[in-house]
Protein backbone atom coordinates (compact mmCIF):
# COMPACT_ATOMS: atom_id res chain seq x y z
CA UNK A 1 0.00 0.00 0.00
CA UNK A 2 2.04 3.12 -1.32
CA UNK A 3 2.11 6.34 0.36
CA UNK A 4 1.60 9.15 -2.46
CA UNK A 5 3.98 11.15 -3.39
CA UNK A 6 4.81 14.02 -0.52
CA UNK A 7 2.43 11.99 1.55
CA UNK A 8 3.22 9.75 4.39
CA UNK A 9 6.38 8.12 4.51
CA UNK A 10 7.14 8.73 0.60
CA UNK A 11 9.48 11.55 -0.48
CA UNK A 12 8.97 13.71 -2.94
CA UNK A 13 6.57 17.36 -2.25
CA UNK A 14 3.28 16.97 -1.11
CA UNK A 15 0.35 18.47 -3.39
CA UNK A 16 -3.29 18.22 -3.31
CA UNK A 17 -3.87 18.44 -7.40
CA UNK A 18 -5.07 14.29 -7.85
CA UNK A 19 -3.98 14.78 -11.34
CA UNK A 20 -0.24 15.14 -10.73
CA UNK A 21 -0.77 12.25 -8.59
CA UNK A 22 -1.70 10.03 -11.67
CA UNK A 23 2.15 8.58 -12.26
CA UNK A 24 2.69 7.43 -8.66
CA UNK A 25 -0.49 4.68 -8.89
CA UNK A 26 0.20 4.39 -12.31
CA UNK A 27 3.54 2.59 -11.41
CA UNK A 28 1.96 0.67 -8.50
CA UNK A 29 -0.25 -0.84 -10.90
CA UNK A 30 2.40 -1.94 -13.37
CA UNK A 31 4.90 -3.36 -11.03
CA UNK A 32 1.77 -5.43 -9.68
CA UNK A 33 0.79 -7.08 -12.83
CA UNK A 34 4.48 -7.46 -13.28
CA UNK A 35 5.04 -9.97 -9.97
CA UNK A 36 4.63 -13.41 -10.90
CA UNK A 37 2.69 -13.87 -7.35
CA UNK A 38 0.16 -11.41 -8.75
CA UNK A 39 -3.22 -12.32 -10.93
CA UNK A 40 -2.90 -9.22 -13.43
CA UNK A 41 -6.61 -9.44 -13.88
CA UNK A 42 -7.17 -9.27 -10.39
CA UNK A 43 -5.70 -5.67 -9.47
CA UNK A 44 -7.86 -3.33 -7.73
CA UNK A 45 -7.60 0.29 -6.22
CA UNK A 46 -8.43 1.53 -2.90
CA UNK A 47 -8.36 5.30 -2.30
CA UNK A 48 -9.06 7.42 0.80
CA UNK A 49 -9.96 10.94 0.32
CA UNK A 50 -7.27 12.64 -1.89
CA UNK A 51 -6.04 8.99 -2.32
CA UNK A 52 -9.46 8.33 -3.69
CA UNK A 53 -9.45 11.29 -6.20
CA UNK A 54 -6.29 9.47 -7.78
CA UNK A 55 -7.97 5.98 -6.90
CA UNK A 56 -10.83 6.96 -9.90
CA UNK A 57 -8.53 9.01 -11.95
CA UNK A 58 -6.25 6.08 -12.38
CA UNK A 59 -9.23 3.57 -12.84
CA UNK A 60 -10.65 5.46 -15.75
CA UNK A 61 -8.07 5.48 -17.82
CA UNK A 62 -6.54 1.80 -16.74
CA UNK A 63 -8.62 -1.13 -18.46
CA UNK A 64 -6.77 -3.49 -16.05
CA UNK A 65 -7.78 -1.82 -12.79
CA UNK A 66 -10.78 -4.10 -12.33
CA UNK A 67 -12.38 -3.12 -9.48
CA UNK A 68 -12.04 0.92 -7.56
CA UNK A 69 -13.01 1.67 -3.96
CA UNK A 70 -12.89 5.40 -3.07
CA UNK A 71 -13.32 6.37 0.40
CA UNK A 72 -14.47 11.03 0.52
CA UNK A 73 -13.98 11.52 -3.02
CA UNK A 74 -15.44 14.78 -4.03
CA UNK A 75 -14.59 15.37 -6.98
CA UNK A 76 -14.13 19.05 -8.86
CA UNK A 77 -16.72 22.20 -8.90
CA UNK A 78 -18.93 20.90 -11.22
CA UNK A 79 -19.96 17.57 -9.33
CA UNK A 80 -20.51 19.63 -6.17
CA UNK A 81 -22.96 21.75 -7.99
CA UNK A 82 -24.85 18.46 -9.11
CA UNK A 83 -24.76 17.20 -5.93
CA UNK A 84 -26.44 20.51 -4.64
CA UNK A 85 -23.39 21.87 -2.35
CA UNK A 86 -23.86 25.06 -0.17
CA UNK A 87 -21.85 28.00 -1.71
CA UNK A 88 -19.53 28.55 0.89
CA UNK A 89 -18.54 24.68 -0.49
CA UNK A 90 -18.26 25.48 -3.81
CA UNK A 91 -16.55 28.80 -3.05
CA UNK A 92 -13.90 26.43 -1.13
CA UNK A 93 -13.60 23.92 -3.72
CA UNK A 94 -13.11 26.39 -6.67
CA UNK A 95 -10.52 28.34 -4.97
CA UNK A 96 -8.57 25.31 -3.81
CA UNK A 97 -9.35 24.16 -7.49
CA UNK A 98 -7.73 27.83 -8.89
CA UNK A 99 -4.94 27.38 -6.50
CA UNK A 100 -4.39 24.40 -7.81
CA UNK A 101 -4.09 25.32 -11.41
CA UNK A 102 -2.09 27.61 -11.08
CA UNK A 103 0.37 26.16 -8.80
CA UNK A 104 0.48 23.42 -11.06
CA UNK A 105 0.06 24.94 -14.97
CA UNK A 106 -2.95 22.15 -15.33
CA UNK A 107 -6.78 21.91 -14.52
CA UNK A 108 -9.37 18.83 -13.82
CA UNK A 109 -12.15 18.42 -15.42
CA UNK A 110 -15.06 16.79 -13.44
CA UNK A 111 -14.82 13.41 -11.54
CA UNK A 112 -18.23 12.24 -12.62
CA UNK A 113 -16.84 11.74 -16.56
CA UNK A 114 -14.25 9.53 -14.34
CA UNK A 115 -16.97 7.30 -13.06
CA UNK A 116 -18.64 7.08 -16.45
CA UNK A 117 -15.18 5.60 -17.82
CA UNK A 118 -14.97 3.64 -14.84
CA UNK A 119 -18.30 1.74 -15.61
CA UNK A 120 -19.61 -0.72 -15.70
CA UNK A 121 -16.54 -2.62 -13.42
CA UNK A 122 -17.52 -2.63 -9.67
CA UNK A 123 -16.52 0.64 -8.06
CA UNK A 124 -17.52 1.40 -4.05
CA UNK A 125 -17.77 4.92 -3.10
CA UNK A 126 -17.68 5.70 0.53
CA UNK A 127 -19.27 8.75 2.38
CA UNK A 128 -19.95 9.16 5.65
CA UNK A 129 -21.61 11.97 8.15
CA UNK A 130 -23.48 14.90 6.20
CA UNK A 131 -20.33 15.48 4.17
CA UNK A 132 -20.56 17.19 0.87
CA UNK A 133 -18.89 13.87 -0.71
CA UNK A 134 -22.40 11.99 0.22
CA UNK A 135 -24.09 13.80 -2.18
CA UNK A 136 -21.69 13.62 -4.84
CA UNK A 137 -21.42 10.22 -4.54
CA UNK A 138 -25.39 9.76 -5.63
CA UNK A 139 -24.89 11.79 -8.36
CA UNK A 140 -21.71 9.43 -9.19
CA UNK A 141 -24.04 6.63 -8.45
CA UNK A 142 -26.90 7.56 -10.45
CA UNK A 143 -24.60 8.74 -13.69
CA UNK A 144 -22.68 5.39 -13.23
CA UNK A 145 -25.39 2.88 -13.76
CA UNK A 146 -25.49 -0.60 -11.62
CA UNK A 147 -22.12 -1.13 -11.01
CA UNK A 148 -21.67 1.48 -8.84
CA UNK A 149 -22.21 1.31 -4.88
CA UNK A 150 -22.53 4.11 -2.41
CA UNK A 151 -22.20 3.10 0.74
CA UNK A 152 -22.78 6.19 4.16
CA UNK A 153 -22.14 4.49 7.23
CA UNK A 154 -23.46 6.46 10.22
Known amino acids: MPDLRGHGESDGRSTSAPWKLDDDIDAAAEWLAARPDVD ?8 LSLGGEVALRVAA ?10 E ?9 KAGAASWPALAQLGGL ?57 P
Open 72 to 80: GAMGAVRDA
Open 61 to 70: HRRDVRATVA
Open 97 to 153: SVISTVLTGEGTGADVDLVTRIAPRPLLLISAGRAIDADVNRVFQRRGGRSIQHWKP
Open 40 to 47: PTRIGLLG
